[in-house]
């Protein structure tokens, strides 16, 4: 095979307009992708996750070669290669191209992996810029450059300026940059009431087979695949973009923090997977948003809170990340060292709000942003569990996370591992702000106003724990002060109930692994991959 170029796709740059194609020809050049399994192992992934990113891939190749292209593709079981380095290694060798395209990857990992590959070889590498964000690297470090803190409410603006997005005559539409206010609901007890099914995919006969081997290769994996239904093509994207824009967005913005037990999508989008692969682009998406409120088919409170996950959150944690790695792998500004509790990888607890998000976490690989922050996140802090662990957790069980845009919002925002670098204060909470936002106590053992007792809530006992341990560093914080100065409303004596409780939960669910300081614990056959 005489090749010009070797041009590599990643499996989260399944992109149909990459700059790979920028000077492409056919006849020349070939497009080189491969399956490996480390990929699915370096954290222990959910069933449904892997399968996402091998059906995708697969579509994709079949896409490229349909349209007249080369491409070299390796499946896992027919090689051995351990990791895409490896893999890319050895057919360099073989194909022996005179020069290699890479787009610049999203992964801190696979990227120094190739890097070190293309220092050791002799012929060019030529990297190009990722054009699927709206804001390239380069371009947000010279936003941050100079500032004394980053903040992304800050970015937001500069970033709708720049683009032109929900603006008019210089100015936000509707005369406010957000709609926080208005997008803060929750239901009342009647609940959500007949909700719009997202659209879901079939699997078609690839996908299928995909499904099929992701069984029988990764069977002690976290998640089930039965409910399958995401998309894994830019045509089913679109629809998926579509069908959110016609039957969820209306309702987005009002609902969007709230929570109900047995209803994992409610308004949301489900398309942050799709965006994360590429099989559409948050241009895209933006417009389609910014189309239906100039359309008046949708409110601007749910078009801004919308357009603000994907344009102002979406491009702002990939940016921190990128200027942050590899130490932000580490940071732990809180000092925390407990291990991640077993249940979060079974799903068996008490506690209704973990059970049931944790539940359809391990069902569908999904969750959605309060779930995450709220949650499972609040939990992983008030109860002090390593950063790194809740990290590899995230990035393990969700079908959309990559660590671009799973790292910072759970080391940083979530966690506070940063030490307020990415936000100015830690997202922590009682169990009152869950009863608020959910149905989950009414259906709990434990009561969200009680912090000490048999039917105290374990969220408002390290809640209150929590705020003791920390006093010192956030008592005098410009943003949580008052919140910390809570705690003069404590007796002595409460306090150290509350302190004894909160241990006695922590001895509960993690005793053994914080005497040990072990690692989280996962089936013994993880070992095994």
Known sequence: MNIRRLCIVLGDQLDPASSLFDDFEPQHDVLWMAEVREEATHVWSHRARIALFLAAMRHYAEAQRASGRRVHYRRLGEHTAA??????????????????VWVEPGDWRV???????AARDTRPWSLRQDRHFLVGTADF??????????????????????????MQDGKPVGGRWNFDAENRESFDARGPGLLPAPLGFAPDALTREVLEEVAAAYPAHPGELAPFDWPVTPVQAEAALEDFI??????FGRYQDAMWQGEPWLYHARLAAAMNLKLISPARVIAAAEAAWQDGQAPLPAVEGFIRQVLGWREYVRGIYHLRMPAFLDANALDADAPLPAFYWTGETDMACLRDALGQTLKYGYAHHIQRLMVTGLFALLLGVRPREVHAWYLAVYVDAIEWVELPNTLGMSQYADGGYMTSKPYCASGKYIDRMSNYCAGCRYRPDEAVGETACPFTTLYWDFLLRHEQRFRNHPRAGLQWRSVDRLSDERKGSIVLQAAALKVRWIGAQIAAGGPSPVPADHGAD
């Open 83 to 100: 990791s895409l380095a490896e893999a890319l290694a050895e057919d360099l060798a073989r194909l022996e191209p005179a020069e290699v």
């Open 111 to 117: 990227a120094e992996s190739l890097r070190t590959l």
């Open 141 to 166: 470090q010279r936003w941050a450059t100079g500032r004394k803190e980053l903040r992304m409410e800050h970015f937001y603006r500069w970033i709708r300026q720049r683009a032109g997005v929900l």
């Open 246 to 251: 016609r039957r969820r967005l209306p309702e």
